[in-house]
């Protein structure tokens, strides 16, 4: 893991830093692409968001590997009962991730086994998803959702930039909590309104890696959500 990329606040706990305030989602399914990716803009990024498309198709060790370039974040929307769940965490962090997302329908139980499992190291709740089918189920419980990672100790939340009013009324809840919001850019939604909404971080997958030249990409992003502050 690279440890230029962390800073050890004051509890003494493994929090992600807060620079660029973007992060790559890196949702490719070959080992060569993602390392060429993960190189390119491992200086820009603030972490490196790597889930099933990747891991599926190149293994667990791809955390490892984009380690070296970047703080990962495990996005496996863990979403089961508190044994498996602290078992599924504890397995990402062995292998130098340095966050992990869950999902929070499945109670704060097994939210708390996450924080738990995950020793002082970030894990992110889903409140609500970007895409269109994400107000159906979501939405009506968003706010309990929210209220639940808090008591859990969850680091943040995952919130939609497709929705910036969305993001405004989460971020009304969230307190302290950290809030990434995916959806800017092949979704429809923009960074600058997600950070002006209240957004802390926000994730991009296509635009950067399907970008030509990745880094430029990455690069352009970073700068629309500096000019944004
Ligand atoms: O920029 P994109 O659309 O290519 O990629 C967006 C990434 O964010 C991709 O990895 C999605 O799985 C993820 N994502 C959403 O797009 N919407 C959500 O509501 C939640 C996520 C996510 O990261 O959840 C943790």
Same mark, same amino acid.
């Given at each position: 893991m690279s440890s230029k990329c962390y800073t050890l606040s004051c509890t003494g706990e493994d929090k992600m830093k807060q620079e660029s305030r973007l992060i790559l989602a890196?949702?490719?399914? !070959?080992e060569e692409k993602a390392l060429h990716v993960s190189r390119d803009v491992g200086d820009i990024v603030d972490a490196i968001k790597v889930g099933y498309p990747l891991v599926l198709s190149c293994g667990l060790d791809m955390v490892s590997k984009i380690a070296e370039h970047s703080d990962v974040i495990c996005d496996f929307k863990v979403a089961d009962i508190p044994n498996t769940n602290r078992l599924i965490v504890e397995n990402v962090f062995k292998k130098g991730a340095s966050g992990v997302i869950a999902q929070g329908f499945v109670g704060k139980d097994s939210i708390e086994a996450c924080v738990k499992a995950a020793g002082g190291k970030d894990v992110f709740v889903v409140? !609500?998803?970007?895409?269109?089918?994400?107000? !159906?189920?979501f939405q009506p419980v968003t706010d309990a959702l929210v209220k639940l990672a808090l008591e859990a100790g969850a680091t943040g939340v995952i919130a939609p930039a497709t929705r910036p009013d969305r993001v405004a009324h989460i971020r009304s809840l969230a307190g302290n909590m950290k809030i990434l919001t995916p959806g800017v850019g092949a979704q429809g939604g923009s960074a600058a309104s997600a950070i002006n909404s209240g957004a802390d971080y926000v994730i991009v997958g296509r635009s950067i890696y399907q970008a030509e030249d990745p880094k430029e990409a990455a690069q352009a992003i970073a700068d629309e959500i500096k000019n944004s502050l």
């Open positions: 890196l949702d490719v399914t !070959e409140v !609500e998803m970007s895409h269109p089918g994400g107000a !159906e189920f």
